[in-house]
C-alpha cells in the first residue's frame, strides 16, 4: 500500500512531465499571438494610412486657400513620418511582447530547463 506522500509526489512528478511535455510540443501557427504576415501588413497599412491622411489634409488645405501644392506636399511628407514613427512604435511593441514571451517560456520556476525547448 502506498502512503499518502507518495502518491502525492507522484502526481505532482506527473504534472510536471505533462507541463515538460506540452511546452516541448511545436505550436500550430494559428496558436501564435502575431503571424508574420500579419505583422507585415499591419505595419503597411499604418504608413498607408499616414500617407493618405496627410496627402487629404494637403489637398484640402490647398483647395481652401487656392495655392499651389505647397500643402499638399508638406502634409504628404508629414504623413509619412507619421507613418514611420507608428510602425516603429508597433514594430518596439511586437518585439517587447515575444521577449517577454520568450522569458516566460524560460522562466526557473516552470520546473523545466532550457535544454528541453532546444531538444537536448
Known amino acids: 500500500m502506498t502512503d499518502p506522500d507518495e502518491s502525492e509526489r507522484l502526481a505532482q512528478l506527473e504534472a510536471r512531465i505533462k507541463a515538460l511535455k506540452d511546452k516541448a510540443a511545436p505550436k500550430h501557427h494559428s496558436e501564435e499571438h502575431y503571424s508574420q504576415a500579419q ?14 491622411i496627410g496627402f487629404g489634409m494637403g489637398y484640402g488645405l490647398d483647395s481652401l486657400f487656392g495655392t499651389i501644392p505647397i500643402f ?39 520546473g523545466g530547463d532550457e535544454r528541453t525547448k532546444d531538444g537536448d
Open 39 to 52: 505583422v507585415a501588413w499591419r505595419m503597411v497599412t499604418e504608413l498607408v494610412a499616414g500617407l493618405m
Open 72 to 110: 499638399l506636399v508638406l502634409f504628404t511628407l508629414l504623413g509619412l513620418a507619421a507613418g514611420i514613427k507608428t510602425m516603429m512604435r508597433s514594430a518596439q511593441e511586437i518585439q517587447r511582447d515575444e521577449l517577454a514571451q520568450e522569458a516566460k517560456d524560460t522562466s526557473p520556476d516552470t
